[in-house]
């Protein structure tokens, strides 16, 4: 047993033994604010993904059915053949079985919903990517997360990594770990996508950010939530 | 209409007194901020909450660009008898909005 | 130590997220007081306002006041406002209560441009002003959309 935890602490990355996340570096009246669902302004969004999804999505689905769901996102998509992000899966199932126009990435109802989905699953824990089909958009989001970017020739790693919990002007740098997608951001006064805030990185060290739903951001989720795995999720997590 | 959140106690019992908490979906645009094109966005908010219960306005409030958006309001009141508490949120552009909630007061 | 920290620093647009007007003055926030107490003289005591003094971001502050009230029919608070000196606008939130709130309290969630200070005056039935202020400093974050 002794020897079998040794080994499976090997296994894990370095850091893994001290990961946290953006919850633990927060100001405590902004973590009050997530723990509260009555002050939480996230579960605005929550309580409109479900009146979404009891109108528009229990012919197919049930609530109990939805948790544990967003905790095994990004997926491989059997119909498109490549890996799919929950708010990709909520809108690919959008077209295809209620034929209708799917929702845009980062509009409201998408948003919702995903939040919605997303929140069957707090507390759990995120897991691993195991479908051997998703390896190479691993190791594509790997190299993304290590790779240097932008006119500021910065790579994730060099914030989210190597000066992790360190300050950057008032703020902590954070460890990257997605655990609260959607959330809601106090700085964009409302819920937003994990894409959202790869955006917001992509265009802070100044490099072209990818267009939302791109294969690229897919592969970076998959990445990040290999990362985390295991780390439970918090969505609607409140976040700075 | 928009989205809201409100806690009011399903009963109480005669005297106490209970918290009201209310959370409302609402840009609660300042008319102080520039859009992409550099325009200043003209203000829309909720300037005023009230309370009714029990027949009386029993709290009520005006608000200023400086309430975050999705304004949270939370004040308490004495539950005095078995009714219909009534909330309303108005403000710029015609925005209106009436929420009812049910208290058994013993 | 962190070498791209001032880079990232300068490259975040963050001063363009500051209002662009100068901002309420103290003057500014004393006329806005004087036209809640109508020129009464207001003592300190009595109000607990309560906010953190460092507060990460100033889209959404989480702020409460209470006052020190029976709230009965003879004696109770009417009002409480919450004033600040350097937003925009110096009123915040103007709230009316009586005796049938049972506690004199309101919290909510604020906007603050700025750190700056806060003043929460409560106008009680019998014709009194009490207050009390509040600093707070408001840090600038670094990696925002821009």
């Known amino acids: 047993m002794k020897r079998l935890l040794a080994l499976l602490l090997l296994?894990?990355?370095?850091?893994?033994?001290?990961?946290?996340?953006?919850?633990?570096?927060?100001?405590?009246?902004?973590?009050?604010?997530?723990?509260?669902?009555m002050q939480n302004p996230g579960m605005l969004w929550v309580a409109e993904g479900e009146d979404r999804f009891n109108r528009d999505c229990t012919a197919c689905h049930s609530e109990a059915s939805m948790r544990g769901v967003a905790a095994r996102y990004p997926a491989w998509d059997e119909a498109t053949?490549?890996?799919?992000?929950?708010?990709?899966?909520?809108?690919?199932?959008?077209?295809?079985?209620?034929?209708?126009?799917?929702?845009?990435?980062?509009?409201?109802?998408?948003?919702?919903?995903?939040?919605?989905?997303?929140?069957?699953?707090?507390?759990?824990?995120?897991?691993?990517?195991?479908?051997?089909?998703?390896?190479?958009?691993?190791?594509?989001?790997?190299?993304?997360?290590?790779?240097?970017?932008?006119?500021?020739?910065?790579?994730?790693?060099?914030?989210?990594d190597d000066n992790a919990g360190r300050r950057l002007a008032g703020s902590t740098i954070p460890q990257a770990h997605p655990t609260g997608y959607p959330l809601y951001r106090l700085e964009w006064q409302g819920v937003g996508s994990l894409?959202?805030?790869?955006?917001?990185?992509?265009?802070?060290?100044?490099?072209?950010?990818?267009?939302?739903?791109?294969?690229?951001?897919?592969?970076?989720?998959?990445?990040?939530?290999?990362?985390?795995?295991?780390?439970?999720?918090?969505?609607?997590?409140?976040?700075? | 209409m928009a989205r809201v959140l409100i806690n009011v106690p399903r009963s109480a019992r005669r005297g106490d007194v209970i918290?009201?908490?209310?959370?409302?979906?609402?840009?609660?645009?300042?008319?102080?901020?520039?859009?992409a094109q550099g325009d200043v966005m003209p203000r829309d908010i909720i300037r005023r909450f009230t309370c009714t219960y029990d027949g009386a306005?029993?709290?009520?409030?005006?608000?200023?660009?400086?309430?975050?958006?999705?304004?949270?309001?939370?004040?308490?009141?004495?539950?005095?008898?078995?009714?219909?508490?009534?909330?309303?949120?108005?403000?710029?552009?015609?925005?209106?909005?009436?929420?009812?909630?049910?208290?058994?007061?013993? | 130590m962190i070498v791209p920290t001032r880079r990232l620093l300068l490259a975040a647009p963050a001063l363009l997220l500051m209002p662009r007007q100068a901002g309420a003055t103290q003057a500014a926030?004393?006329?806005?007081?004087?036209?809640?107490?109508?020129?009464?003289?207001?003592?300190?005591?009595?109000?607990?306002l309560d906010i953190s003094p460092l507060v990460e971001n100033g889209n959404?502050?989480?702020?409460?006041?209470?006052?020190?009230?029976?709230?009965?029919?003879?004696?109770?608070?009417?009002?409480?406002?919450?004033?600040?000196?350097?937003?925009?606008?110096?009123?915040?939130?103007?709230?009316q209560l009586g005796p049938r709130a049972g506690r004199a309290i309101l919290s909510t969630h604020i906007r603050l441009a700025t750190s700056q200070t806060l003043l929460a005056v409560a106008a009680l039935s019998d014709g009194s002003f009490w207050s009390d202020s509040a600093q707070v400093v408001v840090t600038l974050a670094a990696c925002i959309e821009g």
Request: contains cysteine.
């Open chain 1, 81 to 160: 053949g490549a890996p799919i992000d929950l708010a990709g899966r909520i809108s690919a199932c959008v077209e295809r079985h209620q034929r209708v126009a799917p929702p845009a990435r980062e509009s409201q109802p998408l948003l919702a919903l995903t939040a919605y989905v997303a929140h069957q699953s707090r507390g759990l824990p995120i897991s691993r990517p195991s479908d051997p089909r998703l390896a190479p958009a691993l190791e594509q989001g790997r190299a993304l997360y290590g790779e240097r970017r932008g006119q500021l020739d910065l790579s994730c790693v060099q914030c989210h």
């Open chain 2, 19 to 35: 918290t009201i908490r209310t959370l409302i979906q609402h840009t609660m645009e300042t008319g102080y901020r520039p859009n």
């Open chain 2, 57 to 106: 306005v029993v709290f009520s409030a005006e608000l200023s660009p400086a309430i975050a958006a999705n304004p949270f309001l939370s004040f308490t009141t004495v539950a005095t008898s078995s009714g219909t508490v009534t909330m309303t949120w108005e403000g710029d552009n015609g925005f209106a909005q009436t929420e009812t909630r049910a208290i058994e007061v013993t």
């Open chain 3, 29 to 48: 926030m004393e006329e806005a007081v004087r036209g809640f107490t109508g020129g009464a003289a207001i003592t300190r005591g009595r109000v607990a």
């Open chain 3, 60 to 95: 959404t502050v989480p702020l409460s006041v209470i006052v020190d009230s029976p709230m009965t029919e003879a004696d109770h608070v009417r009002a409480i406002a919450i004033f600040n000196e350097r937003n925009p606008q110096p009123h915040v939130i103007t709230a």
């Open chain 1, 11 to 37: 296994a894990l990355p370095a850091s893994a033994q001290d990961r946290r996340s953006g919850f633990e570096d927060m100001a405590r009246e902004t973590q009050a604010m997530q723990r509260d669902d």
């Open chain 1, 195 to 240: 894409q959202r805030r790869l955006r917001g990185c992509m265009t802070g060290v100044r490099s072209e950010p990818f267009a939302y739903g791109a294969a690229e951001y897919v592969a970076l989720e998959l990445f990040l939530n290999d990362r985390a795995a295991g780390m439970l999720l918090e969505t609607p997590a409140v976040r700075p």
